[in-house]
């Protein structure tokens, strides 16, 4: 269980992609915070819907959403690495184009105008957050492998880095991240190789509600693992 210290008594937290199962773990710990005085959700299942898939429904749901803020935390939990017609390359012959825009759109394009759309949204000492991945680390690439995925993420990570500092020219105190979760007991880790030793999701959220409240404006614009590491771009 994770009580956050870093925000005021009665703050507002939105968890963007909250149907996915750190998502979900994301609401259920920010509910139990005495704290926390609401928790908006937003999914492709909500009203208003989101689709990081259709960019005008993301404009459309921050509009929708403006009159609830500003948000102290904003969490956006969304990801793909495999589905119908994608799953990660071994090798650039496996390189699909199609699958590659898919990935794309759901890793970096969508979540760019997600941080265009409810950045604004953010309260000038407030956090949000952006799950990225640790191979998405161009420096700690050693394996190769997985284009798409390792593409998507360090273009986020980019997307995130670049935002940040135009954030603390407008609001300094504010604080913009990226965070790997390491392998989470879900539908998207469980094909591959490490799934059995995953964490469960609520642990997973845990950790990186830990991550975040331990932060700091010097650290905005930064990529963190779920243990408060550091990681390389």
């Known amino acids: 269980m994770a009580f956050l210290h870093s925000f005021a008594v009665g703050y507002r937290a939105l968890v963007i992609g909250s149907s996915g199962?750190?998502?979900?773990?994301?609401?259920?710990?920010?509910?139990?915070?005495?704290?926390?005085?609401?928790?908006?959700?937003?999914s492709r299942h909500t009203t208003p819907a989101f689709d990081l898939t259709d960019p005008p429904s993301?404009?459309?749901a921050a509009k929708a959403?403006?009159?609830n803020g500003p948000y102290q935390l904003i969490l956006l939990a969304t990801g793909v690495l495999h589905g119908p017609g994608i799953a990660p390359e071994k090798s650039l012959g496996a390189i699909d184009a199609e699958a590659l825009q898919q990935v794309f759109q759901i890793n970096s394009l969508g979540p760019a105008l997600v941080l265009q759309h409810f950045l604004p949204l953010l309260d000038a000492r407030g956090?949000?957050?952006?799950?990225?991945?640790k191979v998405?680390?161009?420096?700690?690439?050693?394996?190769?492998?997985?284009?798409?995925?390792?593409?998507?993420?360090?273009?986020?990570?980019?997307l995130v880095k670049t935002a940040a500092i135009e954030l603390a020219r407008q609001r300094p105190q504010a604080r913009l991240l990226s965070l790997h979760p390491g392998t989470?007991?879900?539908?998207?880790?469980?094909?591959?190789?490490?799934?059995?030793?995953?964490?469960?999701a609520a642990q997973a959220a845990?950790?990186?509600?830990?991550?975040?409240?331990?932060?700091?404006?010097?650290d905005s614009g930064g990529f963190f693992a779920y243990n408060g590491e550091r990681l390389p771009w």
């Open 206 to 218: 845990a950790e990186l509600l830990k991550v975040v409240d331990a932060s700091t404006a010097a």
């Open 21 to 42: 199962a750190l998502g979900r773990a994301f609401c259920e710990q920010l509910k139990r915070d005495p704290d926390c005085a609401l928790v908006t959700q937003l």
């Open 127 to 133: 956090a949000m957050a952006l799950l990225s991945a």
């Open 58 to 60: 993301i404009a459309a």
């Open 65 to 67: 959403l403006a009159d």
């Open 136 to 158: 998405g680390s161009i420096e700690d690439n050693r394996l190769g492998g997985w284009y798409a995925y390792r593409a998507s993420k360090a273009a986020l990570n980019m």
């Open 184 to 200: 989470v007991i879900s539908p998207l880790s469980q094909p591959f190789r490490g799934a059995a030793n995953a964490r469960p």
